[in-house]
């Protein structure tokens, strides 16, 4: 099952900071689709709830050092 979310990313400000979210969240099993654009602060993913949840998600993109909320 394939689910759908928008995540706003917070403390990114520059292509190199969301190219370091895309590259952390591509090689996590279950997502599926990452884009992430640092000038409105968005993530876009499509990704399996069987395998990965939000949390886990969120978790990830906080170990790199910016934080994520809906």
Do not use: P
């Amino acid at each position: 099952m394939s689910d759908k979310i928008r995540l706003k990313v917070h403390g990114m400000n520059c292509m190199d900071c969301a190219a370091a979210v895309e590259v952390v969240l591509k090689e996590k099993k279950g997502i599926s689709k990452v884009r992430v654009d640092y000038k409105t602060h968005r993530a876009d993913l499509e990704y399996d709830s069987g395998i990965i949840d939000l949390k886990e998600i969120i978790g990830e993109i906080r170990k790199i050092g910016f934080d994520a909320s809906q």
